[in-house]
C-alpha cells in the first residue's frame, strides 16, 4: 500500500551533478525520517544522508560539504542533491522512509525505493 518512486540517476561526468528525488504515494498514516543508500557492485549498502521530520541531517564523511539532503512534507518527497561527483559516488542510490501506517498504532515501516543508478565517469 505503499511506494517510494525514484527519479533523477543518470551518467555523469566527474566534477558534475545530479539531483535524486523520491516521492512516496499510497496510504499511510505519516512519514518520519528519510533517508538515502547507496550499493557499489561488489560493497555492502551504505548509509549516504538522512533527514528527520524537524530537519536534522546526517551524512556520511565520504559526501559531507558535497551532498545535500531536504524534504519537502507537503509532498512526501526527500531529495539528494549531488555536487562535484567523483567517480567513487559510482552506485545504486535507494531512498528509504519511515512510514507509520495506521492512525491506531505508533507501529512504524521502512520501506524502500526500487533504486536508481548513478554512474560518474568521464
Known amino acids: 500500500q505503499v511506494q517510494l518512486v525514484e527519479s533523477g540517476g543518470g551518467l555523469v561526468q566527474p566534477g558534475g551533478s545530479l539531483r535524486l528525488s523520491c516521492s512516496a504515494s499510497?496510504?499511510?498514516?505519516?512519514?518520519?525520517?528519510m533517508g538515502w543508500y547507496r550499493q557499489a557492485p561488489g560493497k555492502q549498502r551504505e548509509l549516504v544522508a538522512t533527514i528527520t521530520t524537524d530537519g536534522t541531517t546526517n551524512y556520511a564523511d565520504s559526501v559531507k560539504g558535497r551532498f545535500t539532503i531536504s524534504r519537502d512534507n507537503g509532498k512526501n518527497t526527500v531529495y539528494l542533491q549531488m555536487n562535484s561527483l567523483i567517480t567513487e559516488d559510482t552506485a545504486v542510490y535507494y531512498c528509504?522512509?519511515?512510514?507509520?501506517?495506521?492512525?491506531?498504532?505508533?507501529?512504524?515501516?521502512?520501506?524502500w525505493g526500487q533504486g536508481t543508478q548513478v554512474t560518474v565517469s568521464s
Open positions: 528509504n522512509a519511515r512510514i507509520r501506517i495506521r492512525p491506531t498504532t505508533t507501529t512504524t515501516y521502512d520501506y
Open positions: 499510497g496510504r499511510f498514516f505519516s512519514i518520519g525520517a
